[in-house]
Structure formats: C-alpha cells, structure tokens
C-alpha cells in the first residue's frame, strides 16, 4: 500500500459517509486473487482472504453502482453525473478468480474485468516477484551474489532485505531481471522450488480456457502487459511494443477482442512516457495505472487512476469519495509524462 493510500484510509476513518457522498466521482477499484486461507503473507500477497473479500464486496454493493467497463467511456464523457459510479477489476489472472471471486462477486450481481499478463496466461509460468519472494524467503541463510542486483544476505530477519532487493530486482531492463531470476531459482534448488508451488496454489495461473469460461459469465478481460514486469524507463521500444501490441493481439486471438490495459505494479515510477505511447499506439481506449484519484481528474485515457483495495478495508464507503484528493498529483505526473 502506497503512502497516499495509506493517508487516505486513516482519513476516511474520520469522515462521516454521508459527508464524503456528496463529494463523490467516479472511480476504479482493483483486488488481485482471492483464497479460501492465506498460509504466508509474505508470499501470498497478492490475495484476499475470501471472507474480507465478501465482506468488501458487500460494502460496494450497498454504497455505490459499479459498473460494467464497458461503461467507461460514457462515465468519463460526464463523470459529475456519475457520482456513485464505480468500476471493479482484478489484475493478473490468478486461477482462483475463477475458483473463488467469481462466485462471490455472481451471488451479488457485481460486474468486474479481468487483466490478464499474456505470457503467464500462455505458459503458466509465475509471477517473477512471486518467484523472488520464494527465494528471498525461503533460500538457506548465506550471502549469495546476484547477477545486475549484487550480494544479498540472509540473516534472521528477512523482511528489510527483502523489501530493498526486490526494489533494485524491479528497476532493471526485463532481459536482464530474467538473468537475475534465473539465479534465484538455481540457489533455490528445483526441488525446493517444486516443493513451494505445490504449497501455494494460490499462485497460479488461468489457462486460456478458464479465461474464456470467464467471459462466458461475463467477465470482461482486458491486457495487463506480456510478461508481469515495470514498463519504467529501463525498458526498449521493442519490448514496450511485444508488451502492448504483442498482448492485445495474443487476447484477441484467444478472447475476440482487447480494448483495455493494466500497468503491472502500474505506479509513478513503473510507467515510462514511452510506455503510454505504446499502450495509446497499440490501439487500447483506455489504460488504468495504480496511482490514486478519481475518474475525472486529468485528461490522459492511458493513465486512468486506480485504487488498490487492501486486505481489510473497514471505511471504503468514506474512502472511495476522498479518491479525488489524489487528482492533482496525478494530473502533475500525467504532465510530466506528456513532454
Ligand atoms: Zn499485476
């Protein structure tokens, strides 16, 4: 959870609902996975657990009309007129959407969109900061040397180590993040690793199939890049292109069409002016970021604020109006972005 994020809980704690109604604008929630039990937060951070999903889930009925995607267009041509609208979506493609959220979000008639990372859809292969935590968290104790990263070193308390190499792990050019994920897996070991993914299911992914049985209940799916990984300044036009272009045609192959867009992590410093362009030039209507706001602050369809919703979120009918107090700092950063 950002810092923003983390301000505007607090705040929205202290605002009655019914004052912060009459602020309200549209706005755009996203959850990733949920799961019956979570067994390691630290390694399944991506998901809800199922009960706090309902109970979210729940909120947003009684408190606000969300909406299908396929309504966005219309909402941003007048968002005042919109003010309970909201738009609900899951980023990834993890296979318990469609074992879990599914149904819950069917029982209360809730529209949602799916994003989903075209190579992981295709290969099954996991999410590589997922990967990184297995190393990170589950590797003997010992000092290992990490290729375009440098030395790691593990000593009881892991989490600080953690948070400051997987930050250097998401800064590098993709080509090179694949070297160095490569040698966390061989430090890990295959057997260990084998032995952690059959621990977390969690963390796998839909195949294609499962994705259309998706859409037949009316989810609508949208790309959230090729492989999960920053489209920050670090990367080449090339792959921008494969990541943009390259998915919506793979979704449009397998799906019949394509026409919104995730950012992976999708913060201020995980999206490049060239990977906008990319995403505007690959022939998307719309692509939502992670940075806070609501619907109709700034006036780039390519870089649409998004809130996160946390694991638990006891005000969300309070917080979702106080999205607005992030519209300048998003209109800032879309300007910067312009140039
Ligand atoms: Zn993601």
Known sequence: MSRSGRMLRELAGWVPPALARAFGRPAALFFHGVEPAIRDPRIQRNHHDAAQFRAIARTLK???DVLPLAALGEVLKAPECHPRALFLMSDDGYANTLGVAADILEELRLPWALFVSTHHIDTGEWNPLTLARLFLFYAPDGRYLMPHIGAVEFAAQREAVASEFLERFKALAADKAKAALNAMLAALG???LFELMERFPSERFLNWAQVRALQA??????AHAHWHWPMNAAQSPDWLREQTRGARARIAEEIGNC???AYPFGNAHDVSSQAWQAVRDAGYEHAFTTLSGSLDGGANPWLLPRYGLG???ANLAALVPLLRAGNGRLARWQNRLAG
């Not at 209940?217 to 949208?222: S, T």
């Open 217 to 222: 209940r009316g989810v609508e799916i949208g």
């Open 190 to 192: 295959q057997a260990r």
């Open 311 to 313: 694991s638990q979120e």
């Open 62 to 64: 009684e408190n606000f």
């Open 259 to 261: 026409r919104h867009f």
